[in-house]
């Protein structure tokens, strides 16, 4: 069982770059993969880019993967999203997700409440 928050968001200039954090709570975070999505509007969500419990294996989507970058640090509970060269198609809100295991499924079991990420041109 684990919560988790989503931080970081905001509204960006296209070019620029923003780090979102995702805090859980909870004993067993180290056990748990995390996950980052995303969903614009009129959109359904999309996977992003994904991490596994113990951090050694990284997994994304060929769209992102050269500008986004997961990263985690089990000892402050926290997972990270460093985004950069913004565009304005990264526009969506932008959701950690947590499944126990090596690997996040497509319907992951825990979810953040989202935070939202603006990229104006």
């Known amino acids: 069982q684990v919560q988790l928050v989503e931080s970081g968001g905001g509204w960006v200039q296209a070019g620029g770059s923003l780090r979102l954090s995702c805090e859980a709570s909870g004993p067993t975070f180290s056990s748990y993969s995390v996950g980052w999505f995303r969903q614009a509007p009129g959109k359904e969500r999309e996977f992003v880019v994904a991490i596994s419990n113990t951090g050694s294996r990284r997994y994304s989507s060929n769209s992102v993967k050269v500008r986004f970058t997961i990263s985690r640090d089990n000892a402050k509970n926290t997972v990270y999203l460093q985004i950069n060269s913004l565009k304005p198609e990264d526009t969506a809100v932008y959701y950690c997700?947590?499944?126990?295991?090596?690997?996040?499924?497509?319907?992951?079991?825990?979810w953040g409440q989202g935070t939202q990420v603006t990229v104006s041109s």
């Open positions: 997700a947590a499944d126990p295991g090596v690997t996040v499924t497509s319907d992951p079991s825990y």
